[in-house]
């Protein structure tokens, strides 16, 4: 599993409907359509940092495979999670989504679920 690298985000299934069922503002919401993040990720062995860049703001988390670790959503919202690896994919659980992240060919995908809601980002190294 070689997640290092920059992502451009190219495609995305239901963003809007996605974060009006996780409770993010209106606002978000209507930014976020207009929004296509890049993704850095640096990985050595079970420890990550993801750097989300967008125009209105930068991100950054690290984490460990297995450990719990607090995490700050686009909109300052805080929540924690333990992100465990599974058959190559990195896959975390919250309250309210399940999150799948995976290289599938030169692509990287990640489906978030959260209720009967599923939002799907295709992104490509840059």
């Known amino acids: 599993m070689d997640f290092n690298g920059t992502w451009k985000v190219y495609s995305e299934e239901n963003?809007?409907?996605?974060?009006k069922v996780i409770g993010a503002p209106e606002m978000m919401v209507k930014m976020?359509?207009?929004?296509?993040?890049?993704?850095?990720?640096?990985?050595?062995?079970?420890?990550?940092?993801?750097?989300?860049?967008?125009?209105?703001?930068?991100r950054v988390h690290?984490?460990?495979i297995g450990k719990e670790t607090e995490?700050?959503?686009?909109?300052?919202r805080k929540f924690k999670c333990t992100v465990r690896e599974e058959n190559g994919k990195l896959i975390s659980e919250t309250e309210k989504f399940t999150s799948v992240r995976e290289i599938q060919g030169d692509d990287m995908v990640e489906t978030i679920t959260a209720g009967s809601v599923t939002f799907t980002s295709r992104s490509?190294?840059?």
């Open 71 to 76: 995490f700050t959503t686009m909109d300052g």
């Open 32 to 58: 976020r359509k207009e929004m296509k993040p890049v993704i850095a990720i640096e990985q050595n062995g079970k420890d990550f940092t993801v750097t989300i860049k967008t125009p209105v703001c930068t």
């Open 62 to 64: 690290s984490f460990t």
């Open 124 to 126: 490509k190294r840059v």
């Open 15 to 19: 963003p809007e409907e996605f974060l």
